[in-house]
């Protein structure tokens, strides 16, 4: 056994089983990461590295007016449009945001298994931070809300849809066009909206998703081996109102490069299961694997 026995390798992650390799891949994207306990709900929550906060900002509960309700009663009359796309992201994100550089999971399976371990990564810290929070739904305060799907039973800050979809957003920008995509951003502001429509969440839910989704995308990046300072300016969170008007109700602020093209970002391999996973997903995409 010692003469054969060898680290594992690119070979190795490749031979596994699913969701072993998503396993090892989020437990490695996700280490460390998780929610301030110590501090009170009231004065929101923080993200945190090792204990130590990733930004100055927290994520707060909303004041819960009836103009968060009216945000949510006014967009109505979208439902009938969007019902579709509104049930499929109950359960499936990234397909979506495929619609900006097509792949599948025949095509790219390394790819969207990093991504997918993004998702799992970022849904781990909002499943703490709503914990904490314990936001009700809006159906709880309105029965004038009548969503569209299950309301479901955990609470409603951060948008768990809003964080996941930002955080794959982000990741890609990273991972494939090294700059703010535009498409991207389009897309996942629109799934951010899709749960207010549908009545599930408030406005403020989904802009406390894309500040969660902008502290953990640095962190998802470093660990990819694909740092990207380019874009920590346009991560800022704008909000005016939610989904793709209120992403371009400020023209100062960028939301993106349109039609962004593949570009092979600067790659230092991370090592490890994260190293391996990203040269196998860096030959997917036509990208060299080796140190930039």
């Not at 810290?125 to 309301?151: C, E, F, H, M």
């Not at 909000?239 to 109700?249: D, F, M, N, V």
């Amino acid at each position: 056994m010692s003469a054969t026995a060898s680290d594992p390798d690119k070979e190795s992650l490749r031979r596994l089983q699913p969701m072993h390799r998503h396993i090892l891949l989020t437990a490695a994207l996700s280490r460390g990461l998780g929610i301030d306990d110590a501090r009170p709900a009231a004065d929101g929550v923080m993200p945190q590295e090792d204990g130590k906060d990733l930004g100055s900002d927290a994520l707060t509960r909303p004041k819960l007016v009836a103009s968060d309700l009216d945000a949510i009663i006014s967009r109505r009359w979208l439902r009938a449009e969007r019902i579709g796309e509104i049930i499929e992201q109950q359960t499936d994100i990234l397909s979506f945001l495929a619609l900006a550089y097509p792949m599948t999971r025949d095509t790219h399976p390394f790819t969207m298994a990093l991504l997918d371990a993004v998702l799992a990564s970022a849904g781990k810290v909002v499943v703490q931070a709503k914990y904490k929070l314990n936001v009700p739904r809006p159906a709880d305060w309105s029965a004038g809300i009548s969503p569209i799907i299950r309301t479901p039973a955990h609470g409603a800050t951060p948008s768990g849809h809003a964080t996941e979809s930002w955080a794959m957003a982000f990741a890609m920008e990273s991972m494939i066009f090294s700059c703010a995509s535009q498409e991207l951003r389009m897309i996942a502001a629109r799934i951010e909206e899709n749960r207010i429509v549908a009545g599930v969440h408030y406005e403020h839910d989904g802009y406390m998703g894309r500040r969660l989704a902008t502290y953990l995308a640095k962190i998802f990046a470093d660990r990819l081996g694909v740092p990207n300072p380019v874009l920590d300016e346009t991560r800022i969170p704008v909000w005016s109102e939610a989904g793709q008007a209120g992403l371009l109700a400020q023209p100062e602020r960028q939301v993106g490069e349109a039609h962004a093209q593949p570009n092979a970002p600067a790659f230092t391999n991370p090592g490890g299961v994260l190293g391996a996973a990203m040269e196998l997903s860096r030959t997917e995409l036509g990208f060299p694997t080796g140190q930039e």
